[in-house]
């Protein structure tokens, strides 16, 4: 199995291996660290050049009390919330269901359909620009709302996500389902006392992936919203430079509010995570 553990390593790629991870962590950490140092300091602070030094007095309670007071920060933050929500809870149902169908089902056409999932995902989704608008405006009343980001998400990240329930569903024993039908239990009982409590870790790691996908979505936010009533926190802070536009310590301090639900969100829900990604990888 690739890559092997490093315990069985060689001493001298176990140093190397000691040596390297503090210091490409400190290297991958070390922007995130700026921007927090940043939004604890105060605009003079800024204006006399002090980039990278410890901040002159602490101004953290303050720019964050500014950043939801003075900008509708707070309204872009509850915009995430009620877009990522749905989108997610959507997006498992969906990928669940077809997942299961594709996995333990045997009908003509399943080849193909899995096709077209797996094909999906390789489409470029800066081409589907357009199109969606143009759908999001003339046939579905959406364009300009909070829907037309949930449609959207749930519906484009549908097909990477029942890829990935399809293969874990796949993976379970045949006969356990078989005897579950022979006691009479129902394809639904089936799938809903049976299955998903087998495939929860997978589930766990799905939510976070996909939290973060859609948390963090830039692109179609400017794409599909325009106002501020349904703008999501990451294309409200590029909304809000225009105000803050030499207020890089508020600039900052909206940065880090904007990334802190989705690494809570990972850290609350790592081991699950962790043993989703692993389900499967060592066989007895």
């Given at each position: 199995m690739f890559p092997r553990p490093i315990q069985t390593a060689s001493p001298g790629a176990q140093t190397l291996y000691r040596i390297a991870l503090p210091v490409s962590l400190v290297i991958w950490l070390l922007p995130l660290l700026a921007i927090f140092l940043t939004s604890a300091r105060s605009a003079q602070d800024l204006a006399a050049g002090n980039y990278w030094g410890w901040p002159h007095g602490t101004h953290l309670v303050g720019n964050y009390e500014a950043v939801f007071t003075s900008s509708p920060m707070g309204r872009y933050l509850l915009n995430s919330v009620?877009?990522?929500l749905p989108a997610v809870a959507a997006t498992l149902i969906l990928s669940t269901l077809a997942g299961f169908g594709l996995a333990k089902y045997r009908f003509p056409g399943n080849t193909a359909v899995l096709a077209i999932f797996i094909a999906g995902n390789f489409v470029p989704f800066q081409i589907l620009m357009i199109p969606v608008r143009d759908l999001m405006i003339h046939v579905f009343p959406?364009?300009?709302t909070i829907w037309a980001l949930v449609v959207f998400h749930a519906a484009f990240q549908t097909g990477f996500c029942t890829l990935f329930m399809r293969n874990f569903i796949?993976?379970?024993p045949d006969s356990l389902i078989e005897a579950s039908r022979m006691d009479g239990a129902g394809e639904f009982s089936v799938f809903r006392l049976i299955v998903l409590p087998?495939?929860?870790p997978a589930l766990a790691a799905l939510a976070v992936l996909e939290f973060t996908f859609i948390w963090n979505d830039y692109f179609w936010a400017l794409v599909l919203v325009q106002s501020d009533s349904a703008r999501p926190i990451t294309a409200g802070l590029q909304a809000l430079q225009g105000m803050w536009l030499a207020s890089w310590q508020l600039?900052?301090?909206g940065a880090i509010v904007a990334a802190t639900p989705s690494v809570?969100?990972?850290f609350l829900m790592q081991r699950h995570?962790?043993?989703?990604?692993t389900l499967g990888a060592v066989k007895e």
């Open positions: 009620e877009i990522t959406l364009y300009d796949r993976e379970l087998l495939i929860r600039m900052s301090a809570a969100i990972f995570f962790i043993s989703g990604l």
